[in-house]
Nanobody, 126 residues
Framework: QIQLVESGGGLVQVGGSLRLNCEVFGRTFNRYRNTVGWFRQAPGKEREFVASIRWERGETAYVDSVKGRFTISRDNAKLTVDLQMNSLKPEDTATYFC?????????????????WGQGTQVTVSS
């Protein structure tokens, strides 16, 4: 079993920054095979891929709408994944979830992930 705990959400003005943190718990987390992703879901909308990182190689991927503004990174010692979000826009408002899966082929596909956190709310006010 793997547990994921997100933190760092909050209320921020347009153009501001937030740093989300995802802490991974569980012995079955495999540093050589697991990918960690961030997804978000706004009210009335489908869950959307935001960013991902393949743990072993550190290979990252982003949805086009956040490229150049968001950065995903991992801390191998702490077993955490951060999502640094800069230049925030009202359309970034959503609940943000981190998730992990083993042997993920296509990181933007939510079905590839087996474990999910409970989410953290990000609200960007204009």
């Amino acid at each position: 079993q793997i547990q994921l705990v997100e933190s760092g959400g909050g209320l921020v003005q347009v153009g501001g920054s937030l740093r989300l943190n995802c802490e991974v718990f569980g012995r079955t987390f495999n540093r050589y095979r697991n990918t960690v992703g961030w997804f978000r879901q706004a009210p009335g909308k489908e869950r959307e891929f935001v960013a991902s990182i393949r743990w072993e190689r550190g290979e990252t991927a982003y949805v086009d709408s956040v490229k150049g503004r968001f950065t995903i990174s991992r801390d191998n010692a702490k077993l955490t994944v951060d999502l640094q979000m800069n230049s925030l826009k009202p359309e970034d408002t959503a609940t943000y979830f981190c998730a992990t899966g083993r042997n993920v082929i296509s990181p933007p596909i939510s079905l590839e992930y087996d474990y999910w956190g409970q989410g953290t709310q990000v609200t960007v006010s204009s």
